[in-house]
């Protein structure tokens, strides 16, 4: 069982825009805005899409965004694109470390 | 560029040991914290251990506590993860990361570790 919760999948059609949404609780996702946001193609490593709650790190297109509130953070994802299909986590400082979601799948239809 | 480059995964028997190591190499490795992150087949990710730019703290995650010790060589650019008594749960893609800030800028290309008789 994961330290946060994510819904299993999503979809969408392409150009629509998504939202992935990541439940903690005051003691990771509520008390700090360390959420990072992640994307993982089939096979491949995980590369941070988001971190600090809603910057994006040079190269990330602007499609992707985040934000928090209390202690829900969410990724929005708009004009959907068929490279967009992959598993997405989010992650969290709680004290010294982080926790992460349990994933949610994107599939674009 | 960055460059993390993980070996020492294989199969082992419950109970057995084996020790992961990360070359890493296009940043400056003595100011960084660095982690393993590690996804069961078919699962989320988990980060098992973490460590200080000096070596001097860790962080472990208990399901791993007493078993697995993370430790690095800023001389050869190396982290390494030592892992004792190992447990069929421990089955994972093991990823050397850069831990920034809380979060994981830099993964290497993963190392399978399977544990089974």
């Known amino acids: 069982q994961s330290a946060l919760t994510q819904s299993a999948s999503v979809s969408g059609s392409p150009g629509q825009s998504i939202t992935i949404s990541c439940t903690g609780t005051?003691?990771?996702?509520?008390?700090?805005?360390?959420v990072s946001w992640y994307q993982q193609h089939p096979g491949k490593a995980p590369k941070v899409i988001i971190y600090?709650?809603?910057n994006r790190p040079s190269g990330v297109s602007n499609r992707f965004s985040g934000s928090k509130s209390g202690n829900t953070a969410s990724l929005t994802i708009s004009g959907l694109q068929a490279e967009d299909e992959a598993d997405y986590y989010c992650?969290?400082?709680?004290?010294?470390?982080?926790?992460f979601g349990g994933g949610t799948k994107l599939t674009v239809l | 560029e960055v460059q993390l480059v993980e070996s020492g995964g294989g199969l082992v028997q419950p109970g057995g040991s084996l020790r992961l190591s990360c070359v890493a190499s296009?940043?400056?490795?003595?100011?960084?914290?660095m982690s393993w992150v590690r996804q069961a087949p078919g699962k989320g990710l988990e980060c098992v251990a973490k460590?200080?730019?000096?070596?001097?703290?860790?962080y472990s995650v208990d399901s791993v506590k007493g078993r697995f010790t993370i430790f690095k060589d800023n001389a050869k650019n190396s982290l390494y993860l030592q892992m004792n008594n190992l447990r069929a749960e421990d089955t994972a893609v093991y990823y050397c990361?850069?831990?920034?800030?809380?979060?994981?800028?830099?993964w290497g290309q993963g190392a399978l570790v399977t544990v089974s008789s």
């Open positions: 005051s003691s990771d996702v509520g008390g700090y805005n360390y």
């Open positions: 990361v850069t831990e920034t800030w809380f979060r994981f800028d830099y």
């Open positions: 460590i200080n730019p000096g070596g001097s703290e860790t």
């Open positions: 296009g940043f400056t490795f003595n100011t960084e914290y």
């Open positions: 600090g709650v809603s």
């Open positions: 992650g969290s400082r709680r004290s010294t470390h982080v926790v």
